[in-house]
């Protein structure tokens, strides 16, 4: 079981996460060579602080929280749901130049998807999931990419990267205090031919293309986001994708045509398909753990581009989200306990 809060309690607007460790570093290190022989053990002592997890118990399900200068947001939680949506911001800050290799195509409306999904979800279930948004646009920073990649040599870029994945973690330790169990959602626009949604598993459309009785193989479970929970289920790993029961089939029984799925068990030939990039890897089961995912890549049309179409399919993963916890992991989302 696991405690939900039962109270909430305001903070003060302007709470500003720490600044990352390297960063702070070079600045101590550079007031220090002027002559500043106390300061640096100030900064010692600051990152001694954060090192230990100083501050990282306090936040408040549904506050916001922010990086430097609200280029990063997060939304505590208090169910053992992450949503993460790197690529729907809209700032342009010229302090950060614009990235010179990489994707740039912003993924429109996730920023605003995510931000029903939070309200809808505490409308459904009286509790929050945790919601981490970059709000720097994709020109600026990829939070969906390696820190090289996605921020380049400029410090701010990857101040703002190091929050992003910084609060990813913080949810997932508050995840794992409450419940010891938990669901991550990397949120992801695709505007491939087919209107559809993709799951992404970090397994490859040609790799989803075998038989069932060989993606049941465990070297296939090994790589994948849901490694964590295809460990302990007694579902053949292939159900667990693809069946009845699985997060595609839910989905798509809500009326929203999803692949991997018992209708669509596989891309097809010849099709775009998104199987999953850096954070779900990182952050995911995948990268160890007991906390599962996926890549979530969603349609414009029919779910991203109005407010109503991003509230019913805020429903719809709900309800979806509700019978896989059930399911699955054995647990309501609206009390903690065993349904």
């Known amino acids: 079981m696991f405690a939900f809060a039962s109270q909430h309690q305001e903070l003060p607007n302007a709470f500003c996460a720490p600044v990352s460790g390297w960063i702070f570093v070079k600045f101590c ?30 936040y408040q399900p549904g506050q916001a929280y922010f990086g430097r200068s609200n280029y990063i947001e997060y939304i505590a939680g208090d169910m053992p749901v992450i949503l993460s949506a790197p690529h729907g911001g809209a700032l342009k800050p010229a302090e950060i130049p614009d990235r010179k290799d990489g994707e740039f195509i912003s993924d429109a409306y996730t920023e ?15 509790h929050y999931p945790h919601v981490i948004i970059c709000r720097l646009e994709r020109h600026k920073l ?27 973690e913080a949810a997932r330790s508050n995840v794992l205090a409450r419940s010891g169990k938990g669901f991550y959602i990397d949120l992801h626009g695709q505007s491939n031919p ?58 798509a029984a809500k009326g929203y045509p999803t692949v991997p799925s018992p209708a669509m068990p596989n891309p097809g030939p010849g099709n775009s398909y998104f199987d999953g ?10 990268n160890g753990g007991v906390i599962d995912g996926l890549q979530m890549e969603v349609n414009y049309a029919g779910v991203r581009d ?14 979806v989200l509700d019978s896989f916890f059930r399911n699955h992991y054995r647990l309501d989302l609206r009390t903690g306990a065993a349904p």
């Open 29 to 58: 290190a550079r007031r220090d060579s002027r002559g500043s022989n106390s300061l640096i053990l100030i900064c010692l002592a600051w990152l001694a602080a954060i090192s230990s997890g100083l501050g990282q118990n306090d």
């Open 112 to 126: 605003e998807l995510a931000r029903t999904v939070q309200q809808v979800f505490h409308n459904c279930f009286g």
């Open 142 to 168: 990829d939070c969906n990419r390696d820190v090289e990649e996605g921020a380049g040599d400029d410090p701010g870029a990857r101040q703002a990267w190091h929050d992003y994945q910084r609060f990813i």
């Open 194 to 251: 087919i209107k559809r949604v993709e799951l992404g598993y970090c397994l490859t459309g040609s790799q989803l293309t075998n038989a069932d009785i060989v993606l049941n193989q465990p070297a296939y479970v090994a790589c994948s986001t849901v490694r964590a929970l295809a460990q302990r289920t007694r579902l053949p790993f292939a159900e667990l994708l693809r069946g009845t029961n699985s997060f595609g089939a839910l989905l």
């Open 277 to 286: 990039g850096y954070n779900v890897r990182r952050h995911s089961s995948a």
């Open 306 to 319: 109005t407010a109503i179409n991003r509230t019913n399919f805020s429903l719809a993963l709900a309800q």
